[in-house]
Nanobody, 123 residues
Framework: QVQLAESGGGSVQTGGSLRLSCAVS????????MAWFRQAPGKEREGVAT???????KYADSVRGRFTISRDNPKFTMYLEMNNLQTEDTGMYSC?????????????????WGQGTQVTVSS
């Protein structure tokens, strides 16, 4: 059974930092990409960042330069380092996985989803 488990969310003030982790188990493909998505109340889910097995990454324009995505393949874990957090970064952050080598930030392309972890940024 494939499972994704996020951790690391919390509440911070503007300008603060958080690190999210996502551990994957049981994924059936050797070549896969993982991504972070977020959803704020009343808004659609949006892609934040993605990273594939070969290290290729893609970021949303709104987080580029502030967020860093990485993965530890032997540990089957992905990370999102979030710096200089702003109130607009508030939302439920979910990790997701899809087969194949192409980094995409469209939710419909992802097959497996975690439960999510809440990030709240206050001014």
């Amino acid at each position: 059974q494939v499972q994704l488990a996020e951790s690391g969310g919390g509440s911070v003030q503007t300008g603060g930092s958080l690190r999210l982790s996502c551990a994957v188990s049981g994924y059936p493909y050797e070549d896969y990409c993982m991504a972070w998505f977020r959803q704020a109340p009343g808004k659609e889910r949006e892609g934040v960042a993605t990273i594939c097995m070969d290290g290729r990454k893609k970021y949303a324009d709104s987080v580029r330069g502030r967020f860093t995505i990485s993965r530890d393949n032997p540990k089957f874990t992905m990370y999102l380092e979030m710096n200089n957090l702003q109130t607009e970064d508030t939302g439920m952050y979910s990790c997701a996985a899809k087969g194949g080598p192409v980094p995409l930030l469209t939710p419909a392309n992802y097959e497996i989803w975690g439960q999510g972890t809440q990030v709240t940024v206050s001014s």
